[in-house]
């Protein structure tokens, strides 16, 4: 159990029981980055003002229920201030919820976590960590992330309030908060965000950003002179200023105002001064990433009226006093009375609301029922035809299953077409927020963040754009893993088979960066069964996300009657073709799996022993036991030839030191994709040739 210190009336810290608050939070942050040695002491001691008045008088987050779906979502998007969000969340007596959704005794933050700060296997890390403490609504650090996120949290708010709400009775009502600072304001991505959030109309959410005019090089005047009030209210935000953060009258009515207008997003400037109240760093770049230093922090404690050298210290009154403010408890119980009246009006769409909340849906069984099986076809299709189809036919039995692409859904072919599904619209561009089918624009890198928002609120997004355009989203991508959100991926055009646009639009090395992400699934299917089973494995995938990169060109559908089924892609990889005791195995992945197949049966009537391996998800055959990845890949067989139009790193670990990797060495051209192919060695023949040279 943590303990308050009590102090002496003449050595407590002096002030309203306001400033009590906001210094707590302050010198709580101080204490802990001046322990760890290291942190970011400037954003929390300016920015505290508001942190405490938007969770005491503002949000609706009942903190002995932090897992309410209806309640409000705070993102720190500046997620260096953790410092900050910790003790916060620690004076407003936040609860743990367990992994399995429990809610314990503990508090989600204590005294002995803050002084933890930043040290291993802690609750308190270095930046803010979905899943690692409870009121952390996303993992954020890399600036402008959680801007875009809360987007997507916001459209999941609409969504889910266009879908459930009824007459007078509002199951999602709540907003969506996120705190910026100049960092996350010059990031490309808060551009792309905002853009969409002011164009969709999202008046749920309220944007507040710092305006303290530092960043670590210095006065950001040497970077960032734009007039940001005229950029939001050019992108469709209603835009309110706050002259002092330090004037909580004002700060606490301009939220408040920002609340309450519904029409579109705000954008709040708050004033502050980084460092605030150090002697020597307040104002200064010497605040921002370093601790304040012993001395600093003795005359900084002195600034505040609070005893120098008292570390930690949490005066009588100040936790309760944060309490008695926050309104979430009661708004919390007259929602469930709210709901009581819902359930037995809307039975139906209770029982719906209650399968999303808890994952009471037969995943396993809807898929079966949902996917299509493809007969043979030497001709064939490319998988992202096939792939289109299988996800309306998913998206039919799956009502949580939405997405879009950025602004390439029918190269992609990624929209749902069956009735009913709709696009999200705002109401203002002659739509609402009803539609499953999301125009995300030419915003790839806002598109994977606000994915990851929308599957924070246990939806099932997918995002769809070329497989080359996955460098802009790589990092949501990153995250979406580091947070276990099942987030669709949906790559398209996934090699030099995609031809005349050239080697800007044909990916090389992107199937090795994704497979290098941990936690991420990467599969490409090989024919339209495979794809069929990749949408099952992604489906049935929900803690981690899934990739898909899918063929522009068509590849035949194998007979399944004559070689492995394609349920062999739930284990990764898995025998397509078979000889007994093979002399040589061919590994191979999407299109070029064909060439393998072909290869083989040439050799077959020559002679030659050969095994066919598809290996379209590496990460899962990994996760198989050692003695089925023998099964599949003999370790005694060391004559191999993998095959694979992309880059050739990291297929040494199933060529072998005596096998052989048909890659891509160089970036594409520009001409049809069968003269690419053969001149980059993606043929048969080539295959064949390889193959010999083994033998």
Not at 338 to 355: F, G, H, I, K, V
Not at 476 to 493: E, N, S
Not at 594 to 609: D, I, N, S, Y
Request: with cysteine.
């Amino acid at each position: 159990m943590d303990t308050v210190n009590h102090m002496h009336p003449l050595d407590a810290p002096s002030g309203s029981m306001d400033l009590l608050a906001i210094n707590t939070i302050r010198t709580l942050a101080i204490d802990a980055i001046q322990k760890a040695n290291s942190g970011h002491p400037g954003t929390p001691m300016g920015l505290a003002p508001a942190s405490y008045v938007l969770w005491r008088d503002i949000l609706k987050y009942d903190p002995a229920a932090p897992g309410w779906i209806n309640r409000d979502r705070f993102v720190l998007s500046v997620g260096h201030a953790s410092s900050m969000l910790y003790a916060t969340l620690f004076l407003a007596g936040v609860r743990e919820m367990a992994a399995n959704g429990h809610v314990t005794d503990r508090l989600a933050v204590t005294l002995d976590d803050i002084r933890q700060f930043r040290q291993l296997g802690s609750r308190t890390p270095g930046h803010p960590e979905y899943g690692v403490t409870t009121g952390v609504e996303t993992t954020t650090g890399p600036l402008g992330q959680g801007l875009a996120v809360s987007v997507g949290m916001a459209i999941a708010q609409a969504w889910l309030a266009r879908h459930f709400n009824r007459p007078g009775h509002d199951v999602f009502d709540h907003h969506i908060y996120a705190f910026s600072g100049e960092g996350c304001l010059m990031e490309g991505i808060s551009a792309e965000a905002a853009s969409l959030a002011g164009h969709l109309q999202l008046g749920h959410l309220v944007w507040l950003y710092d305006c303290n005019r530092i960043s670590i090089e210095g006065n950001v005047d040497i970077t960032f002179t734009e007039n940001l009030a005229a950029r939001f209210r050019a992108a469709g935000w209603d835009v309110l200023e706050v002259a002092d953060i330090n004037d909580l009258a004002t700060l606490r009515a301009t939220l408040r105002a920002a609340r309450d207008d519904l029409t579109k997003p705000t954008f709040v400037i708050t004033h502050s001064i980084i460092g605030y109240g150090s002697p020597h760093k307040a104002g200064k770049a010497s605040a921002h990433g370093a601790p304040l230093g012993v001395e600093e922090v003795r005359e900084t404690k002195r600034a505040y009226g609070w005893p120098e050298d008292a570390q930690f210290l949490v005066p009588d009154g100040v936790p309760e006093h944060m309490r008695s403010g926050m309104q979430g408890a009661r708004a919390h119980a007259a929602w469930h009375s709210m709901m009581e009246s819902y359930r037995r009006t809307w039975p139906d769409l209770a029982a719906e609301l209650d399968r999303m909340e808890h994952g009471g849906m037969a995943v396993a069984d809807i898929m079966k029922a949902a996917c299509p099986d493809y007969a043979p076809d030497p001709v064939g299709r490319a998988t992202r035809e096939t792939s289109g189809e299988v996800l309306n036919a998913v998206a039919q039995a799956m009502p949580f299953l939405l997405g879009g692409s950025g602004d390439l859904a029918p190269s992609n072919k990624s929209a749902l077409t069956f009735k009913g599904t709709g696009w999200f619209e705002s109401p203002a561009w002659q739509g609402d927020y009803s539609g499953r089918n999301f125009h995300f624009g030419i915003r790839e890198h806002a598109m994977g963040a606000i994915c990851n928002g929308m599957a924070s609120y246990r939806l099932r997004p997918y995002a769809a754009t070329f497989l080359v355009f996955m460098d802009y989203m790589k990092t949501p991508i990153r995250l979406a893993a580091m947070m276990g959100l099942p987030v669709i991926y949906i790559f398209t055009h996934d090699s030099i088979g995609m031809g005349e646009d050239g080697p800007t639009h044909q990916p090389i090395e992107h199937l090795l960066q994704l497979r290098g992400i941990p936690n991420l699934l990467t599969i490409r299917p090989a024919d339209a069964n495979e794809v069929a089973v990749a949408w099952q494995v992604a489906m049935q995938s929900t803690s981690r996300p899934v990739a898909f990169a899918l063929s522009r060109q068509a590849l035949p559908t194998i007979d399944r009657s004559r070689y492995g089924a394609a349920d062999g892609l739930r284990r990764g990889g898995y025998i397509v073709a078979d000889m007994p005791d093979p002399q040589l195995i061919l590994i191979a992945t999407g299109g070029e799996l064909h060439l393998a197949m072909g290869a083989h049966e040439t050799l077959r009537a020559e002679g030659v022993a050969t095994r066919v391996v598809s290996l379209p998800c590496w990460e899962l055959f990994e996760e198989q036991h050692q003695s089925y990845r023998d099964s599949v890949l003999p370790p005694a067989v060391t004559r191999r030839v993998t095959i694979e139009a992309g880059c050739g790193i990291g297929w040494e670990r199933y060529a072998g030191p005596q096998g052989r990797i048909i890659a891509m060495h160089s970036f594409g051209a520009s001409a049809p994709y069968q003269d690419l192919m053969q001149k980059f060695g993606f043929t048969e023949d080539a295959v064949l040739s390889t193959a010999r040279s083994l033998l």
